[in-house]
């Protein structure tokens, strides 16, 4: 094996260094993803945007750079939208990607893609944002129905204050402001979802609200998307097909000694907003697609774990997707060991631990627990209750550790399914 840290699950470079997902956008039949890249070396420099696309969002295909430094600034982050109209000049249904051109000083800059998004055009009348603040970078770009205009949501740090700025257009080529709001940091993310709006930073941590088309109105207190030790930057699909939202994100900070690619993201998830506990809140599962990946799966259904009696070694392999639904009783423990990395419940503080990252997951009256957990090469993803509680995590697991085992050693819990699905490699 010549590359054993490269993911079986989730999306690495070719080789070089990798961050935030970028232009997320469904066009011409494809999934495309860009990405923060340095095609140069294994650490942060040289910003270009990356692309792949794929037809089902698990299995891709590289293509050429979309962007590349030029004219002394490199390229940083951003997003893509299809402008089905023509409204910007460039074509009916022409790709537009919006992102900050990293010179002295930095702006908001558009290419755009006549053909499929296999190349892209620089456009001399650039930027179309000028520079707004000395910190100002990451547009996302989206339209805004009930108002009939384009919206750009940039981040912008005035004095030593974070925020989001937003901006509107007709033409997606000039952009007033419109407002701001305070207390975000980077790669802003924007988005309408079942009648309720959606505003988050790189950091994950969402406020929901209304959106009028130019101000942001927040209602309720800030939550997480993820409260793992990896996760940063997430942006969802532009133009997804029947209304979905997908969401990837930079699972920042995980660690490929002596490989010739670093970094790697998220596993794509659907995004849904839910009641859970009374709250409206984001809920996260894997993408369906993630069945064509499945090369073998173990069942076992309708089984009480009773103490110093767990399942132990059962399965083996280096790539799991394990769904469970068990019955916990208020003093019982649950360990669930992948690869040698433990998720544990813990029932009578209710909370929920993997590779040292806690989140408190209370199940009600109905002492009902599911989890689903993506486990990689070198990362874990774990999703609990209804998708509200995620924490996605890297780690290098020792090679010899390559099985799955589940154990209660205070009993008192019940397995009622449990779903153990080997990942094609």
Not at 112 to 132: A, C, E, M, R
Not at 235 to 262: C, D
Not at 384 to 392: F, I
Request: hydrophobic fraction near 35%; include cysteine.
């Amino acid at each position: 094996m010549t590359e054993p840290l490269r993911p079986l699950l989730h999306f690495t470079a070719p080789r070089g260094w990798l961050n935030d997902p970028n232009g997320l956008v469904f066009y011409a039949g494809y999934w495309h993803l860009f990405y923060q890249h340095n095609p140069q070396g294994t650490e942060w420099g040289n910003m270009t945007w990356g692309h792949a696309r794929s037809r089902d969002l698990v299995r891709w295909e590289h293509l050429p750079h979309a962007l590349e430094p030029y004219d002394g600034g490199t390229i940083f982050s951003g997003s893509a939208v299809c402008d089905e109209a023509g409204v910007a000049g460039l074509g009916k249904g022409a790709l537009l990607l919006f992102y900050t051109f990293a010179g002295k000083p930095f702006d908001q800059r558009l290419a755009s893609s006549t053909d499929g998004g296999k190349t892209f055009t620089q456009h001399t009348w650039n930027p179309v944002l000028p520079n707004v603040e000395g910190e100002n970078r990451d547009p996302r770009v989206f339209w805004h129905e009930a108002s009939k205009h384009w919206c750009m949501a940039l981040y912008v740090r005035r004095g030593e204050v974070d925020g989001i700025e937003f901006y509107q257009s007709h033409n997606l080529t000039d952009w007033s402001f419109s407002s701001r709001i305070e207390g975000f940091y980077e790669c802003p993310e924007c988005f309408e979802l079942d009648g309720t709006w959606v505003l988050f930073g790189a950091d994950g941590g969402y406020v929901l609200g209304q959106f009028d088309g130019k101000t942001f109105h927040p209602e309720g207190e800030r939550q997480k998307l993820d409260q793992g030790m990896h996760f940063y930057a997430a942006q969802t699909y532009s133009h997804a097909p029947e209304g979905r939202r997908v969401l990837i994100a930079w699972m920042r900070g995980g660690s490929f000694p002596k490989m010739p690619f670093n970094q790697q993201l998220t596993f794509p998830t659907e995004v849904t907003l839910k009641e859970v506990g009374g709250q409206k809140r984001l809920c996260r599962q894997p993408v369906a697609e993630i069945a064509g990946l499945w090369r073998e799966t173990w069942e076992l259904n309708q089984t009480a774990l009773v103490p110093g009696c767990g399942l132990i070694g059962l399965w083996e392999g280096e790539a799991f997707d394990i769904e469970a639904e068990l019955i916990v009783q208020p003093d019982a423990l649950l360990q669930l060991s992948v690869r040698g990395s433990e998720v544990r419940y813990d029932a009578a503080s209710q909370m929920l631990t993997c590779q040292g990252r806690t989140a408190r997951l209370p199940l009600g009256e109905s002492q009902r627990l599911r989890l689903r957990v993506l486990c990689d090469r070198t990362s874990i993803e774990v999703f609990a209750g209804e998708g509200d509680v995620v924490l996605s995590t890297c780690f290098l697991p020792d090679p010899t550790h390559r099985t799955v085992t589940v154990a209660a050693p205070n009993g008192g819990i019940f397995l009622e399914t449990l779903a153990v699905r080997l990942i094609r490699g």
